[in-house]
């Protein structure tokens, strides 16, 4: 019975020096911020892109201690339920088909800055009468007054540039790099009247060459500094070699810890 005692007391002893030189073990540490991303259900030709950045969403949550819930329309969204989150990644989700009531929360949400930011790919500018459903004006404001015009539907590399390289979202980006597969929207304007613009696209760079171009002026990157929220789109999030890209992982990550107001960290 002695050795027993013995032996229990020892294993005490080694679990309790295990879990305070492991904060993993044991108790799970408080969560640094909560991150919710909405993605079309299914998503059509952008399920490969989901399904990569939710993978790399997951490795960043588990390295940098965040927590990531995702939803698939914009049902559950009011005040109540943005309130519990810092981050708000729009992954794959146009400006329609919103229901009345996640319009006003999201426009308070942006527009008040209640302790919640941004984070908008590819589809949120995908802005006009789509599917029967009309363009959302505001929506259209807030990304800087612009509507969709038309893409490159067979995909071009392309030269991005940075601009602003002092905004924490670009830290650690080369000035240029390249995007090998993308569809490069173009817009009926440039939102640089309206907008931060943190970087363009090089339209003389685009290979294959296409006509679908905006003639010179061709942001990419911006962030919206009228609304009181961080915020940031970032026009690619089309194809899932993006996270094989590390320009891109690095703005993506960067553009997380902004978003819920954390210091940048520049490692995987």
């Known amino acids: 019975m002695k050795n027993k005692?013995?032996?229990s007391f020892c294993l005490s002893c080694l679990l309790a020096c295990v879990s305070l030189?492991?904060?993993a073990f044991g108790q799970n540490k408080k969560p640094a911020f909560r991150v919710v991303a909405i993605a079309e259900k299914d998503g059509g030709v952008h399920a490969p892109f989901v399904a990569a950045a939710k993978e790399w969403l997951r490795q960043q949550a588990t390295a940098h201690n965040f927590t990531i819930d995702y939803?698939?329309?914009t049902d559950p969204i009011n005040d109540t339920f943005l309130a519990n989150y810092q981050v708000f990644i729009q992954l794959n989700y146009p400006p329609y088909r919103w229901t009345d009531?996640?319009?006003a929360a999201f426009i308070r949400y942006i527009q008040e800055g209640k302790g919640g930011g941004w984070i908008g790919f590819h589809h949120a500018t995908l802005l006009g009468e789509f599917d029967g459903f009309p363009m959302w004006p505001?929506?259209?404001?807030?990304?800087?007054?612009i509507r969709y015009v038309n893409y490159i539907p067979g995909f071009a590399k392309a030269t991005v540039n940075v601009e602003a390289k002092a905004h924490p979202a670009m830290k650690g980006l080369p000035p240029s790099f390249e995007i090998?597969?993308?569809e490069w929207y173009s817009y009926n304007k440039s939102p640089r009247p309206n907008v931060n613009v943190l970087a363009t696209v090089d339209e003389a760079t685009y290979s294959p060459d296409s006509k679908i171009k905006m003639g010179g002026d061709h942001p990419v990157i911006w962030s919206n500094e009228r609304m009181k929220a961080r915020n940031i789109y970032i026009f690619m999030g089309h194809h899932p070699d993006l996270f094989k890209n590390e320009a891109f992982k690095t703005l993506f990550r960067n553009s997380i810890f902004w978003a819920a107001g954390?210091?940048?960290?520049?490692?995987d």
């Open 71 to 73: 939803i698939e329309t």
């Open 101 to 103: 009531g996640a319009k």
């Open 21 to 23: 030189s492991n904060p």
């Open 180 to 182: 090998e597969k993308e």
């Open 138 to 145: 505001w929506f259209s404001e807030f990304m800087g007054g």
């Open 262 to 267: 954390h210091s940048n960290r520049n490692t």
């Open 5 to 7: 005692a013995l032996v």
